[in-house]
């Protein structure tokens, strides 16, 4: 399975703190997306980066991209409790027309 | 109005039912996904299909079938529902080209 994992698997942290989640892979790929689920919901997109960036924003969010260590991280800043949710990366690899392969998820926890 | 929508939400079904759970879009997507969600391990595709005529596995395709009865509407069938098949199903769309993929509610599925 190219199934990527990320970790930690649960973080508790308190508002106004920084959330840090970090997903690894295994094989190449053309872009690593985030996507957000609150419980038991849908997922939501939150970010996409390419294969050929290093870093991207938006808004609080920061994600990075290592892909000699086959690697990415999310940044939360200035958490808040609606950030409250379970994160999950998601690969698109190479040579599988566009199918994503999601990771086993970080369930995040902000209190006030 | 939701742009991607499952029916039923919650089902509960005994082991040898027949259940199909129905996606319907208004994104005007050509492709559409099948995933199932199970605690701790992420989500899996089951079935994809990039147009009306193109249906394909996904990495957990046994014990279910697929239908794409138009561009809008992706129908998931379990032929012979097993306690195993117990699981959050999400359905999902995306574009060629924009690469992030919009999800559904989930349905809730519980076969005793």
């Known amino acids: 399975s190219q199934q990527g994992e990320e970790d930690p698997q649960a973080l508790s942290i308190q508002e106004g703190e920084n959330a840090t989640m970090n997903c690894s892979y295994k094989?190449?790929?053309?872009?690593l997306q985030w996507y957000r689920q609150n419980s038991g919901r849908g997922l939501v997109h939150l970010i996409l980066?390419?294969?050929?960036?290093r870093e991207k924003h938006s808004g609080r969010l920061r994600v990075t991209l290592d892909t000699s260590k086959k690697s990415s991280s999310l940044l939360i800043t200035a958490s808040r409790a609606a950030d409250t949710a379970s994160y999950f990366c998601?690969?698109?690899?190479?040579?599988?027309?566009?199918?994503?392969?999601f990771g086993t998820g970080t369930r995040l926890q902000v209190t006030l | 109005d939701a742009d991607v929508t499952q029916t039923p939400r919650n089902r509960i079904t005994k082991t040898g039912k027949r259940i199909m759970l129905e996606c319907s879009q208004t994104?005007?997507?050509?492709?559409m996904y099948w995933y199932r969600q199970d605690p701790g391990l992420g989500l899996r595709l089951i079935y994809y299909?990039?147009?009306?005529?193109?249906?394909n596995k996904g990495e957990i395709s046994d014990g279910y079938s697929v239908s794409r009865q138009a561009q809008a509407k992706f129908s998931l069938s379990l032929e012979s529902a097993i306690p195993n098949q117990t699981a959050l199903y999400f359905c999902?769309?995306?574009?060629?080209?924009?690469?992030?993929?919009?999800f559904g509610p989930g349905t809730r599925l519980t076969v005793t």
């Open positions: 999902a769309t995306s574009e060629p080209g924009l690469d992030e993929q919009y």
């Open positions: 094989t190449s790929i053309n872009n």
């Open positions: 980066i390419r294969s050929n960036e």
């Open positions: 998601a690969t698109d690899h190479t040579g599988t027309a566009s199918k994503l392969t």
């Open positions: 994104k005007g997507h050509d492709r």
């Open positions: 299909s990039f147009d009306v005529k193109d249906i």
